[in-house]
């Protein structure tokens, strides 16, 4: 059995969202439907109405059932109950077809809650969430879609490119990935430490090569130019197009009232001071 459902005005956004399973219910109070519920293989695939210059973006959950409640005529929450677990494709830069291809996250739990007005999804019990090199597990999840963020609780444990972080409360930021671990303390992919020791190993010249907080090992990221040397930056895009556009930049206007210049000499306020000044 399948059912589309719609919001009202929905059909002109691009927004459509079909239920399925071996049996579809709809549920009415007061002559205004109430809920959906989908029983045996049930399975909601939902597309949010088109962003423009990014593509489509869908969620698909299933389960062994999915109930979908309305409130006022619109869908307001939907709980997928039973090997629940879904995939929700984000929105990408069309051109851009490996993002097309990678940003995609899977998750699965003993029970999903969707609440739609929020754009939450909250994962609840033996909670497991997959998205390109990032690997998360714990008891419960609440995904903010939107701001492409979420919370875990209940002891997580996350997987980040071969970095595994464990803790008792976590918030990650999936676009940027960085990330907060609390009673560890720790602001994971930056390396703060807050009441952790930091173990740093040396190179022959004392200087710091790698550094082990909370048994993750940071190593050092080479960076050139820091052995004293110039390096240069080759140009993307042609050179002769790039000096046009340069020459007929200018500097944006400024308005309002603007703080006289109070410059300071550095070289008089301390002799012993050492400069490196290079053109850029």
């Known amino acids: 059995?399948?059912?589309?459902?719609?919001?009202?005005?929905?059909?002109?956004?691009?927004?459509?969202?079909?239920?399925?399973?071996?049996?579809?219910?709809?549920?009415?109070?007061?002559?205004?439907?109430?809920?959906?519920?989908?029983?045996?293989?049930?399975?909601?695939?939902?597309?949010?109405?088109?962003?423009?210059?990014?593509?489509?973006?869908?969620?698909?959950?299933?389960?062994?059932?999915?109930?979908?409640?309305?409130?006022?005529?619109?869908?307001?929450?939907?709980?997928?109950?039973?090997?629940?677990?879904?995939?929700?494709?984000?929105?990408?830069?069309?051109?851009?077809?490996?993002?097309?291809?990678?940003?995609?996250?899977?998750?699965?739990?003993?029970?999903?809650?969707?609440?739609?007005?929020?754009?939450?999804?909250?994962?609840?019990?033996?909670?497991?969430?997959?998205?390109?090199?990032?690997?998360?597990?714990?008891?419960?999840?609440?995904?903010?879609?939107?701001?492409?963020?979420?919370?875990?609780?209940?002891?997580?444990?996350?997987?980040?490119?071969?970095?595994r972080v464990t803790g008792h409360l976590m918030t990650y930021d999936m676009e940027s990935r960085v990330g907060t671990i609390y009673k560890a303390a720790t602001a994971y992919e930056r390396g703060l430490y807050h009441g952790e020791k930091l173990h740093f190993t040396r190179d022959d010249k004392g200087r710091a090569t790698k550094v082990e907080a909370a048994s993750v090992v940071f190593t050092r990221r080479n960076l050139r130019g820091e052995d004293g040397k110039t390096f240069r930056i080759g140009a993307r895009g042609d050179l002769a197009m790039i000096r046009k556009n340069a020459l007929a930049a200018t500097p944006p206007a400024e308005r309002g009232e603007l703080a006289k210049p109070d410059l300071v000499d550095l070289a008089k306020l301390d002799s012993s001071l050492k400069f490196d000044i290079r053109y850029a």
């Open 1 to 163: 059995a399948k059912m589309d459902y719609f919001e009202t005005p929905a059909r002109d956004s691009g927004e459509s969202s079909r239920l399925a399973g071996r049996s579809v219910e709809a549920w009415f109070t007061n002559d205004e439907l109430d809920s959906l519920v989908a029983i045996g293989d049930a399975r909601n695939h939902y597309v949010p109405p088109r962003k423009a210059g990014r593509t489509a973006e869908s969620n698909t959950a299933q389960g062994d059932s999915i109930t979908v409640f309305f409130k006022q005529r619109k869908i307001d929450r939907a709980r997928v109950e039973g090997r629940a677990q879904g995939e929700y494709r984000l929105p990408v830069d069309p051109a851009d077809t490996s993002a097309v291809r990678k940003e995609v996250v899977s998750y699965d739990a003993t029970r999903i809650h969707f609440a739609v007005p929020k754009s939450e999804i909250v994962l609840d019990q033996n909670a497991h969430l997959v998205y390109p090199d990032l690997e998360l597990t714990w008891r419960r999840v609440e995904y903010d879609v939107e701001r492409q963020t979420l919370i875990a609780s209940g002891d997580p444990d996350l997987t980040d490119r071969g970095d």
